[in-house]
């Protein structure tokens, strides 16, 4: 366990900002120059309260629909959001949702987003919100000014896979399952999907076993335990993540690459809103793997 440790810490040591800070880390930092404030919520909610100095980025601003499934936006249209963000290769981005439940995973998305399109300093403000509120921290109804930046986007394909990738990889890469169990086995149908099962030879990991009840992450070393020791993932090799539509996967990819240090994490944004209506890719029930 130990050098599986040193493996993430070292990983880890390459981004500037820690990838989960807390609250009172940020009330210390709030007028930090160089850091940029991302409230991932509906403008609605935004506008009834937010961290002092945050900006409005909610989930449908990096996402666009492609059929049956979403992805992540094109290039130029992420360039341009991110420029009308003010953010750029300086900045330090902070990512918070206002609740513990789905709402935080487009906080892992975005993350995922910005170092998709090579934007490696960013963090999530660990019980978002809620804690910051608990906290007895303020809150601001003000929209900040923003100064646009001029940054050009450098896209790392090493962070993403395809269906055809996915496919290719099954049974030579280990992969995860970020839904509920009941999914993943098969013994439950969703409704957004035509079949059930998984993607052969996945392992079931439900993102929520990553946090603790009161919606803050569990420490570096439990998890550790539980993906490394438990479920016997390397760090060193490459880790296919998906789920339903991106989301819930993103998470299991901020965990294992961010937290962790797995440096070959790879996300399948489409997920099985793109596989399971495609009837040649192939799927697995009734079994765990």
């Not at 910005?114 to 963090?123: D, F, I, P, V």
């Not at 937290?259 to 890719?281: P, Q, T």
């Amino acid at each position: 366990m130990r050098k599986f440790a040193l493996i993430a810490l070292t990983a880890a040591l390459s981004f500037a900002i820690e990838p989960v800070v807390s609250t009172q880390w940020l009330a210390k930092h709030l007028q930090d120059k160089d850091l940029v404030i991302l409230d991932v919520s509906q403008p609605k909610a935004y506008a009834k309260g937010h961290i002092p100095g945050a900006i409005n980025a909610p989930i449908g601003q990096w996402r666009e629909h492609h059929g049956n499934y979403l992805l992540i936006k094109s290039p130029q249209k992420i360039q341009e959001l991110l420029r009308n963000l003010g953010i750029d290769e300086k900045k330090e981005v902070l990512i918070y949702a206002h609740h513990s439940g789905k709402d935080i995973l487009k906080t892992s998305y975005i993350a995922w987003a910005l170092e998709l399109h090579g934007l490696k300093k960013s963090a999530l403000l660990d019980g978002g919100l809620r804690k910051w509120k608990k906290a007895g921290l303020p809150l601001s109804t003000k929209h900040p000014a923003v100064t646009p930046s001029h940054y050009t986007v450098h896209l790392d394909p090493t962070l993403v896979i395809d269906k055809k990738g996915v496919y290719e990889n099954i049974g030579k890469v280990r992969m995860i399952d970020a839904r509920p169990a009941v999914y993943y086995f098969g013994a439950k149908k969703q409704k957004v999907l035509p079949r059930t099962g998984h993607i052969p030879h996945a392992t079931s990991y439900f993102w929520k076993y990553s946090f603790k009840d009161d919606g803050t992450f569990k420490p570096k070393e439990t998890l550790l335990g539980i993906l490394v020791g438990g479920l016997g993932l390397d760090p060193r090799k490459t880790l296919v993540t998906y789920c339903t539509g991106g989301l819930e996967t993103s998470m299991n990819w901020f965990v294992t690459h961010r937290i962790l240090g797995f440096e070959k994490a790879r996300l399948y944004d489409a997920s099985l809103k793109e596989w399971a209506n495609d009837l040649k890719m192939p799927l697995t029930k009734y079994r765990w793997e």
